[in-house]
């Protein structure tokens, strides 16, 4: 577990393959500032904040630690299907990828069988089978009980891909 912010930039700058000159030539610090930020002896600047995170391909939050709550359980008359949004986001070494859709379009496109989230992209196999393995159905069915926040986290380890399903 990541749990500090010097642990996540040295997980995520190795993750995307750069050495800590790389990072800091894209961050425009010098090594030894980013040396510094992994050994917990000083923290990036706020500003370098959005910078830090497009460069490693995870949002703000996600670089800070700060987690979504899992999924809860809402009240039906709360609930608004007709509004809510499954989100679902893949996360692999070459490729970040995040698809937004209404959750009644994806009723709809489930139920035509006009639903292939993810083409034969080489850089996406290991997200294919992840979500081939998934009952979005299933997802759905959760979701129109009132189910929201994260309710899928998929982590295929030998093609290091991460997939995720939310609904909000």
């Given at each position: 577990m990541l749990d500090t912010l010097d642990e996540r930039i040295a997980f995520y700058r190795k993750k995307c393959g750069l050495t800590q000159e790389e990072l800091a030539e894209k961050c425009s610090v010098t090594p030894q500032a980013v040396s510094k930020w992994e050994n917990a002896i000083t923290s990036?600047?706020?500003?370098?904040?959005?910078?830090?995170?497009?460069?490693?391909?995870?949002?703000?939050?996600?670089?800070?630690?700060?987690?979504?709550?899992?999924?809860?359980?809402?009240?039906?008359?709360?609930?608004?299907?007709?509004?809510?949004?499954?989100k679902i986001r893949i996360i692999t070494d070459e490729a970040r990828v995040s698809l937004n859709l209404p959750l009644e379009v994806v009723k709809l496109l489930l139920a035509t069988g006009a639903i292939d989230l993810v083409e034969d992209d080489e850089s996406l196999k290991g997200a294919k089978s992840a979500l081939e393995s998934i009952d979005l159905d299933r997802v759905i069915a959760l979701a129109n009980a009132g189910v929201m926040g994260k309710l899928v986290e998929i982590e295929v380890n030998e093609e290091n891909t991460k997939v995720e399903i939310w609904v909000e």
């Open positions: 990036p600047d706020i500003s370098l904040l959005p910078r830090l995170s497009e460069v490693f391909g995870v949002s703000c939050d996600e670089l800070l630690g700060a987690r979504k709550p899992e999924a809860v359980a809402v009240a039906q008359n709360e609930f608004d299907p007709s509004r809510a949004v499954l």
